[in-house]
């Protein structure tokens, strides 16, 4: 019985290396089989691999360059794909914050990079001084042709890592810094210096923090007797479907804001429930041809419900949510997969834009005529 047991687990244990080897092999065979789909491409890379005279970049690249291509033939025109580095800072761009050390990087005439270490930062704690030569992170060193988001990307990551800097003064001085919570404001504000009444917002991307940043800004403005309100969202080319509802909430005190339907998909609606916390604030919209995307979102719903009047020039007219999908290597895909629009707005947000109420052409004066406007007509109403 004994033998019989163990020339049992023998034949088991080389059936599963049988197993596994068939598995691999006809795994391997597939990879390396050509789609039936893309017979020509993958005769086209065999030609170039074979019989190019220059030397080809690093099959990444030649990745990389093939999915543009997909996407281009795709027709979609909102349809993008970002490299690691791209995409890392554009997520952090979207949350409104990242782990870091807080420098500030500029590129020279020599195509050296400097830093520049915000205060009170891990940087700054550290010893970075303005000016320091940066060299290498962790493992990245640093020459001209490094591209400014790839060294953005390396200095950044989980918060309460540790990140090396190299850095050149007099000599090399190396640091060891534990990266913090680093915030990026999407809002800006400042009182009018002629008319301590009108505060102005500028709203630069719709992230998942501005919301609550437009709401300190108003509180913070009204606190130093601010009591009308410029929303400037002008060269604001959107970021959040859910974050420009969120903003959009805030001034509206019922109503659809959008409806917004994927592929196959019943429609969705976006309602406001009860009214907004500034819903009653007195309030006028900057907008551009860059106002794009969720600023339109805002823009366009508070138009509609007749809350308060756009200053400007046309906007951008994208109606299209793009969703992200992040790759094996940490790169994306940014792919049209649904259409939005505003009840009520006529003619079609794709055709010429939000239009504005009150139309102003900017002149080559350097004064901010759109501004100036916005302010006259918020004094008058």
Do not use: C
């Amino acid at each position: 019985m004994s033998r019989i047991r163990y020339l049992l687990i023998f034949l088991l244990v080389a059936a599963g290396f049988i197993s596994a080897f068939l598995s691999g092999y006809f795994l391997r065979s597939f990879i390396d089989s050509p789609s039936d789909e893309f017979l020509v491409l993958n005769q086209a890379y065999s030609i170039l691999i074979n019989h190019a005279y220059l030397d080809l970049p690093e099959s990444k690249s030649l990745e990389y360059g093939m999915i543009r291509g997909l996407l281009q033939a795709s027709g979609d025109p909102y349809a993008t794909f970002q490299e690691p580095a791209q995409h890392e800072l554009e997520s952090n761009n979207l949350q409104g914050s990242f782990g870091g050390i807080g420098v500030e990087l500029t590129r020279n005439q020599d195509g050296d990079i400097l830093v520049y270490p915000i205060g009170a930062s891990p940087a700054h704690l550290a010893g970075i001084q303005d000016g320091d030569q940066l060299i290498s992170v962790d493992d990245l060193n640093i020459s001209p042709e490094t591209s400014l988001d790839d060294i953005k990307a390396a200095i950044r990551g989980p918060v309460g890592d540790i990140v090396k800097i190299s850095v050149i003064r007099d000599t090399q001085l190396d640091f060891h810094i534990r990266r913090a919570q680093i915030h990026l404001p999407s809002v800006t504000w400042h009182i009018t210096p002629d008319n301590p009444t009108i505060g102005i917002i500028n709203v630069n991307i719709i992230a998942e923090s501005t919301s609550e940043e437009i709401q300190n800004a108003v509180k913070e403005m009204q606190g130093k007797g601010s009591n009308l309100f410029i929303l400037d969202l002008r060269d604001n080319g959107g970021g959040l479907l859910t974050a420009g509802v969120d903003i959009t909430k805030l001034f509206l005190e019922n109503g659809s804001i959008l409806e917004q339907q994927y592929r196959g998909k019943k429609v969705e609606t976006f309602d406001v429930k009860s009214p907004g916390q500034f819903a009653d604030l007195p309030l006028i919209l900057l907008i551009n041809h860059n106002t794009a995307s969720a600023a339109e979102i805002v823009a366009g719903a508070i138009q509609v419900d007749g809350r308060a009047l756009l200053v400007g020039q046309p906007t951008f007219g994208k109606d299209s949510i793009q969703l992200i999908f992040n790759l094996q290597d940490d790169s994306s895909l940014h792919v049209t997969a649904a259409k939005w629009w505003i009840p009520g707005l006529s003619p079609a947000l794709t055709d010429i834009g939000l239009q504005p109420d009150i139309a102003i052409i900017p002149d080559d004066s350097g004064e901010d005529l759109v501004m100036k406007a916005a302010i006259q007509s918020l004094l008058e109403r």
